[in-house]
């Protein structure tokens, strides 16, 4: 599965935007889904993940309440909404895909394929 994330820009503290992971190749239905980040200087850490029928979902601490991951599989497209984004959000955004459900959601390990990234810079 190829994945293409894209939705990323300048946005201003409090701001909001919705990031988009669009897959081809094969259909993104039977894998779960994760968005993990990369800020400048730092290691990529984990977002959220979704299942592959959306039934559950997870976040880190830092975004839980601000951030939400959806999907819609007849579209093979997956969504991370950002609200009340603050400057510490900065960084490049990826989104991976994962064959193993059993598999460790918020390891960058179990993941399959990545998307190419797309930047989110927030200013203060």
């Known amino acids: 599965v190829q994945l293409q994330a894209s939705g990323g820009g300048l946005v201003q503290a409090g701001g909001s935007l919705r990031l988009s992971c669009a897959a081809s190749?094969?259909?993104?239905?039977?894998?779960?889904m994760g968005w993990f980040r990369q800020a400048p200087g730092k290691e990529r850490e984990f977002v959220a993940a979704?299942?592959?029928?959306?039934?559950?979902?997870n976040y880190a601490d830092s975004v839980k309440g601000r951030f939400t991951i959806s999907r819609d599989n007849a579209k093979s497209t997956v969504y991370l909404q950002m609200n009340s984004l603050r400057p510490e959000d900065t960084a490049v955004y990826y989104c991976a895909a994962r064959s193993r459900p059993a598999s460790d959601y918020a390891s960058g390990n179990s993941y399959d394929a990545w998307g190419q990234g797309t930047l989110v810079t927030v200013s203060s």
């Open positions: 979704i299942s592959s029928n959306s039934g559950s979902t």
């Open positions: 190749g094969r259909t993104v239905s039977g894998y779960a």
